[in-house]
């Protein structure tokens, strides 16, 4: 079956412009995370939906990251004014949301601000 | 500090040897699971362990769990080259609305090298 999908794969951006990730859970999952991942560095958690619940924001690094998920599937993480200290490995997960809570990752997206 | 933090931060074995990593947390959690990675991308999940186990297996990995010491070892036997890849321990601590709301505290992973 299919699994987490994320594009672009890679995306280069200049300073100060806006970027759109995008991230198709598995189908059927209730859980969905956005983590970003810096060069040698361990995931840190950005924002975390599940089902229709108010999202978890907590990670967010500031207000020029948001995130939405439509319909209870496909989520757009947008980075508005990007840094460079926004370049990294932007990972999206799922998760059916029982307690076992194992997640699916995507493969992830590059992102390079110039 | 990261919930969940591994060591060593790197490992370097030859091919047939064991590897063991371990992972320290600082909260009660309810489950506690191991993830690896290859080349930076996205992450493959491994095993998972309750809170009221103290050890699992699953093909050449086994797991310990202490919550005594909030800590936690993976061990890989008869290594191969294949296994070279960062490892994330990765805690699960209750949201308290008795259902799905969780969501997982990674450390910085350990990086292991089998060398053929």
């Known amino acids: 079956g299919a699994g987490v999908s994320q594009s672009p794969s890679n995306k280069v951006t200049e300073k100060g412009k806006d970027v759109e990730l995008r991230c198709d859970p598995i189908?059927?999952?209730?859980?969905l995370y956005w983590y970003r991942q810096s060069l040698g560095q361990g995931l840190e958690f950005l924002i975390y939906?599940?089902?229709?619940?108010?999202?978890?924001k907590s990670g967010l690094p500031s207000d020029r990251f948001s995130a939405e998920r439509t319909g209870g599937s496909v989520s757009t993480l947008t980075i508005q004014r990007t840094q460079q200290e926004d370049s990294a490995v932007y990972l999206c997960?799922?998760?059916?949301?029982?307690?076992?809570?194992?997640?699916?990752f995507g493969p992830g997206t590059r992102l390079t601000v110039l | 500090s990261q919930q969940g933090e591994e060591d060593p931060q790197a490992l370097s074995i030859q091919e047939g040897e064991n590897a063991t990593m371990n992972c320290s947390y600082k909260?009660?959690?309810?489950?506690l699971q191991w993830y690896r990675q290859n080349s930076g991308r996205g992450l493959v999940h491994l095993i998972l362990?309750?809170?009221?186990?103290r050890e699992k297996h699953s093909g050449r990995l086994r797991v310990t769990l202490d919550t005594s010491k909030k800590s936690s070892s993976l061990l890989i036997t008869a290594s191969r080259a294949a296994d070279t890849a960062s490892y994330f321990c990765?805690?699960?601590?209750?949201?308290?609305?008795?259902?799905?709301?969780?969501?997982?505290?990674f450390g910085k992973g350990t990086l292991l090298t089998v060398n053929p």
């Open positions: 189908s059927g999952h209730t859980a």
């Open positions: 909260t009660s959690i309810n489950n």
């Open positions: 997960a799922s998760s059916s949301g029982t307690s076992y809570n194992e997640q699916f």
């Open positions: 362990i309750r809170s009221n186990e």
């Open positions: 990765a805690t699960d601590k209750y949201g308290g609305s008795g259902g799905s709301n969780y969501k997982l505290t």
């Open positions: 939906f599940q089902g229709n619940s108010a999202p978890d």
